[in-house]
């Protein structure tokens, strides 16, 4: 099994930064990729960017150039980053950090971020 455990969600003004940490712990020797969804209010949850155990990211188009993801593979610990730079409004939403196992994939309790105008 595999807990993820979300941190550094908050309320910050439109232009500001954030950075949300994820740190994994149980069966981490299986994960691949991890990385982060959101789901804003009323609306589906959405992928915002993964990384690979090779540090090969992906991001959405809302997101690219203003996010960056990274990873922490050293000394057996699994935590992934997302370094939120320039948010906006739509940004608002529960983060949610995923890792994938051999056989399944991992989902965190989610951490809320809002972002005012």
């Known amino acids: 099994q595999v807990q993820l455990v979300e941190s550094g969600g908050g309320l910050v003004q439109a232009g500001g930064s954030l950075r949300l940490s994820c740190a994994a712990s149980?069966?981490?020797?299986?994960?691949?990729?991890m990385g982060w969804y959101r789901q804003p209010p009323g609306s589906l949850r959405e992928l915002v960017a993964t990384?690979?155990?090779?540090?090969?990211?992906?991001?959405s188009d809302s997101v690219q150039g203003r996010f960056t993801i990274s990873r922490d593979n050293a000394n057996a610990k699994n935590t992934v980053f997302l370094q939120m730079n320039s948010l906006k409004p739509e940004d608002t939403g529960v983060y949610y950090c995923?890792?994938?196992?051999?056989?399944?994939?991992?989902w965190g309790q989610g951490t809320q971020v809002t972002v005012s105008s």
């Open positions: 995923i890792a994938d196992g051999r056989d399944r994939r991992h």
């Open positions: 990384i690979t155990s090779g540090n090969k990211t992906k991001y």
């Open positions: 149980g069966n981490i020797f299986s994960l691949n990729a």
